[in-house]
């Protein structure tokens, strides 16, 4: 499986960036996709998941600011952060998960600056 990440960058307090994750390969019908954050010195963190039924999971940092959502059809997940904080910068690696799979992306870099 690979996942090809895109959609990161440089924003202000406040702003808005929509991150996106498409997987190809050997993809199972049914499976969970998600995304992590990591930040300069600190461990890979859960920001949000999804699995092909929608059901979701957040981190508490996120709730009410970040929506994860896909498209099953394009095998593709979507994070929409709004009101981002400083403390959202970071590499943001999507994940795939099926069964004993278990497959990374390459990270996007997201920074939001004061």
């Known amino acids: 499986v690979q996942l090809v990440e895109s959609g990161g960058g440089l924003v202000q307090v406040g702003g808005s960036l929509r991150l996106s994750c498409a997987a190809s390969g050997s993809i199972f019908s049914i499976n969970g996709m998600g995304w992590h954050r990591q930040a300069p010195g600190n461990q890979r963190v859960l920001v949000a998941d999804?699995?092909?039924?929608?059901?979701?999971n957040y981190a508490d940092s996120v709730k009410g600011r970040f929506t994860i959502s896909r498209d099953n059809a394009k095998n593709t997940v979507y994070l929409q952060m709004n009101s981002l904080k400083p403390e959202d910068t970071g590499v943001y690696y999507c994940?795939?998960?099926?069964?004993?799979?278990?497959?990374w992306g390459q990270g996007t870099q997201v920074t939001v600056s004061s």
């Open positions: 994940n795939y998960v099926a069964g004993y799979d278990n497959y």
């Open positions: 999804i699995t092909t039924g929608g059901s979701t």
